[in-house]
C-alpha cells in the first residue's frame, strides 16, 4: 500500500515524519470530533432553556398558590400543572434536545448524564433509577473527573429526602473516588463527606474523612473544607462527652 493511497494508517518517512495523506485525515478527523461535540453542547443548551423555561414556569404557579408541602395543603394547583399541556411539551422538548445531543456526539458523556438525570426526576420520561443508574454507569467509562462528580451528585440529589438507595449510593461512592484519586478537589471532598457519615457502603471514618478533607484542601482553593471538617470535628467531640 502507497502513502498516497493509504487514508487509514499512520505512514512514517525515512525521516519520521507523518505523511501528508494521513496528517490531513486526521485533521479531518480531529474536525469533526469538534463540531460534533459543539453540536452536542448546542442541543444540551437548548434542553436547559426548556428546563429553565419549566422551572419559571412553576415557581410562578407555586407563588401565586399557597402549598405547604409538609401537610400537603393547597397542592392541587401543583398537581394541576405537572398535568398542563405548557409542562407537557417543555418536557417533551427537553428530554428531545438531550436525545439529539446523545447521537450528535455517542461517545460524550455530558449528555448521558443529563439524559440519566432525567430518569431520576421523570423529566420527559417516565421516572426509573434503573435506567438512570444504567446510563450513567455507561457514562462512567467516558467520563472526566467533574463528569464523576456531576454523576455521583446526580444519585445524591434523588437520594436525598427520599427513599434509601443503596445500589446508587455504592456507585455514587465508586465515582466520587475515582474524581479524588485523579486529584479532583471536589471528588475528595464529596469522598470525605461520605466517611463522614458512613454512605455509600463505608463505615464512618474519622480519619479517613479527614485525610479526604484536607487533600480537597491542599490547594487553598476549596474554602467550604475547613468548615466540613471543623463541624465534624465538632459532632465526634459532643458524641465523646
Known amino acids: ?51 429553565s423555561r419549566d422551572c419559571d414556569a412553576l415557581m410562578a404557579v407555586l407563588d401565586s398558590n399557597k402549598i405547604n408541602f409538609r ?27 438531550l436525545l439529539r445531543a446523545a447521537a ?6 455530558k449528555p448521558q448524564i443529563e439524559i440519566a438525570a432525567a430518569y431520576l426526576k421523570g423529566w420527559g420520561v417516565e421516572e426509573s433509577r434503573d ?14 473527573p467533574d463528569d464523576l462528580c456531576e454523576m455521583s451528585h446526580q444519585i445524591e440529589y434523588e437520594v436525598a429526602g427520599s427513599d434509601p438507595w443503596p445500589e446508587g449510593m455504592r456507585e455514587a461512592e465508586t465515582w466520587y473516588r475515582r474524581a ?31 485525610f479526604w478533607f484536607s487533600k480537597a484542601a491542599e490547594g ?5 473544607t475547613e468548615y466540613a471538617l471543623r463541624a465534624y470535628w465538632d459532632e465526634q467531640q459532643s458524641k465523646s462527652k
Open 1 to 51: 500500500m502507497s502513502p498516497e493511497n493509504s487514508n487509514t494508517e499512520i505512514l512514517l518517512t525515512t525521516r519520521g515524519a507523518l505523511t501528508r495523506p494521513t496528517v490531513s485525515t486526521l485533521a479531518h478527523r480531529g474536525l469533526t470530533d469538534l463540531e460534533r461535540t459543539e453540536e452536542a453542547d448546542r442541543w444540551l443548551e437548548m434542553a436547559s432553556e426548556h428546563s
Open 71 to 97: 401537610t400537603k395543603k393547597g397542592r392541587k394547583p401543583l398537581d394541576t400543572w405537572s398535568e398542563s399541556t405548557e409542562h407537557r411539551a417543555n418536557m417533551s422538548a427537553y428530554i428531545d434536545c
Open 104 to 109: 450528535a456526539k455517542p461517545d460524550y458523556a
Open 131 to 144: 435506567e438512570a443508574l444504567r446510563l450513567l454507569r455507561a457514562a462512567a467509562s467516558l467520563a472526566t
Open 180 to 210: 479524588a484519586e485523579q486529584g479532583y478537589a471536589t471528588g475528595q471532598f464529596n469522598l470525605g463527606e461520605m466517611y463522614s457519615k458512613g454512605e455509600g457502603g463505608l463505615q464512618k471514618n474519622y480519619e479517613l474523612a479527614k
Open 220 to 224: 487553598g482553593d476549596f474554602p467550604p
